[in-house]
């Protein structure tokens, strides 16, 4: 016979695809039985009664029950969790921490932050950030991105995210596309309407999704920043003091000029520069040579200006090819990285997360709290 504890076991290889964890930890399984005939029942409880993902969650028990022998069939019986429910599964999130805040700035935090910045716009800061996020899920690293360019939002298209966030009370659950959770002030606004903000309301928007958004625990978090230093770069180094700065550039040297300033409020807030990332850097011509369109070297020189600017090693992490490919997979949605991960510009973009995934989250300067006996 199957017992109970077999039907539970099944039912914690269930993840709850916005939480990212086993439907048994989130408390949301409210019963589960094989009756007489050989069916089994499952009342499942859901975060909220417009659960976007109620057929997905249907689907991932039926499955994880089927497959168990004894079993003819499965019924599943959606519900909604109460209010005390929803209180409890919100401080199991928070690890018991009730104070509002950033979690990212917990002293325990180990999640590398990565602001990814540019000069001007139009140099693929956004493409990069994408594919950067879904190399780095792909190596098995549990990534977020924050579309912090409010104005210019384009991270839900460019990865294929048509869903809406779900709210349990005043928390927002990120929906998820490659492995990668994403936020974006996109996902909130009906059809292409425009935002029409102030600074105030742009740092108001950039803490709320730092602090309202579970993303839970990250390895890595990427923020796609609007191109120059204005509010949002200044928000950035107030909410995310211990943020890295990204520099994306093309290898024009008047675009290195521009990107340069883009590395250098490091001086001001007191980050760290991470690298600098040249796009666009050649075309690949059908004979198999190369055609440097927008010239050559802006990589290469801005890493070396901003070495001598924020007094500290700036390395170029990689520089990424002209590609239809990518292109077209951000207007599909499917980021080139997975789309076509033999082609140049993936591989280019899959060295540079090589380089940011070998950084490990580490505890240096942290305290363990061990006192000697």
């Given at each position: 016979?199957?017992?109970?504890?077999?039907?539970?076991?099944?039912?914690?290889t269930v993840?709850?695809?916005?939480?990212?964890?086993?439907?048994?930890?989130?408390?949301?399984?409210?019963?589960?039985?094989v009756?007489e005939?050989?069916r089994?029942?499952a009342?499942?409880r859901?975060?909220?009664?417009?659960?976007?993902?109620r057929?997905?969650?249907?689907?991932?028990v039926?499955?994880?029950?089927?497959?168990?022998a004894?079993?003819?069939g499965?019924?599943?019986?959606?519900?909604?969790?109460?209010?005390?429910?929803?209180?409890?599964l919100?401080?199991r999130?928070?690890?018991?921490?009730?104070?509002?805040?950033i979690p990212?700035?917990a002293?325990?935090s180990?999640?590398?932050?990565?602001?990814v910045?540019?000069g001007k716009g139009?140099?693929?800061?956004?493409?990069?950030?994408?594919?950067?996020?879904?190399?780095?899920?792909a190596?098995?690293?549990?990534v977020?991105?924050?579309d912090a360019d409010i104005?210019?939002?384009?991270?839900?298209?460019?990865?294929?995210?048509t869903?809406?966030?779900?709210?349990?009370?005043?928390?927002?659950?990120?929906?998820?596309?490659?492995?990668?959770k994403?936020i974006?002030?996109?996902?909130?606004?009906?059809?292409?309407?425009?935002?029409?903000?102030?600074?105030p309301?742009?740092?108001r928007?950039?803490?709320?999704?730092?602090?309202?958004?579970y993303f839970?625990?990250l390895?890595v978090?990427?923020l796609?920043l609007?191109?120059?230093?204005?509010?949002v770069?200044?928000?950035?180094?107030?909410?995310l003091?211990?943020?890295?700065?990204?520099?994306?550039?093309?290898?024009?040297?008047a675009?290195?000029?521009?990107?340069?300033r883009a590395?250098?409020i490091?001086?001001?807030?007191?980050?760290?520069?991470?690298?600098?990332i040249e796009?666009m850097?050649?075309?690949t011509l059908?004979?198999g040579?190369t055609m440097?369109?927008?010239g050559?070297?802006g990589g290469?020189?801005l890493?070396?200006?901003?070495?001598?600017t924020?007094?500290?090693?700036?390395?170029?992490?990689?520089?990424?090819?002209?590609?239809v490919a990518?292109?077209?997979g951000?207007d599909a949605?499917?980021p080139?990285?997975?789309?076509?991960?033999?082609s140049?510009a993936?591989?280019?973009l899959?060295?540079?997360a090589?380089?940011?995934a070998?950084?490990?989250?580490?505890?240096?300067?942290?305290?363990?709290?061990v006192?000697?006996v």
């Open positions: 016979m199957t017992t109970h504890s077999t039907l539970l076991a099944a039912l914690a993840i709850d695809p916005e939480l990212r964890r086993p439907i048994t930890d989130l408390g949301m399984v409210e019963s589960v039985q009756e005939n050989g089994a029942r009342v499942i859901l975060t909220v009664a417009g659960c976007p993902l057929e997905t969650i249907t689907a991932d039926t499955a994880a029950l089927s497959a168990l004894g079993v003819a499965v019924d599943v019986e959606l519900t909604v969790m109460t209010p005390e429910q929803r209180a409890q919100k401080e999130l928070k690890g018991g921490a009730a104070e509002r805040g990212f700035n002293e325990g180990l999640t590398r932050v990565y602001a910045a540019s139009g140099v693929g800061k956004s493409s990069v950030t994408v594919n950067l996020a879904c190399s780095l899920a190596r098995g690293l549990r977020g991105i924050v104005y210019g939002f384009s991270v839900p298209g460019l990865m294929g995210i869903q809406a966030p779900t709210r349990v009370d005043e928390m927002i659950l990120p929906p998820v596309a490659h492995g990668v994403v974006s002030i996109g996902m909130f606004v009906a059809g292409n309407q425009p935002v029409a903000w102030r600074g309301m742009l740092h928007a950039l803490e709320q999704f730092l602090s309202d958004v839970g625990d390895d978090l990427l796609d609007p191109p120059g230093t204005g509010d770069a200044i928000s950035v180094a107030q909410l003091p211990k943020a890295e700065i990204l520099v994306v550039t093309t290898p024009q040297a675009a290195a000029d521009v990107a340069e590395g250098a490091a001086v001001q807030t007191g980050q760290k520069v991470a690298g600098v796009n850097s050649f075309l059908p004979d040579s440097e369109l927008f050559s070297g290469t020189l890493a070396q200006r901003l070495t001598r924020v007094n500290a090693p700036v390395q170029l992490l990689g520089q990424i090819p002209l590609d990518l292109r077209e951000g949605g499917m080139i990285v997975l789309a076509d991960p033999g140049a993936a591989k280019a899959a060295g540079i090589e380089a940011l070998q950084r490990p989250r580490g505890l240096a300067g942290m305290k363990l709290g006192t000697p």
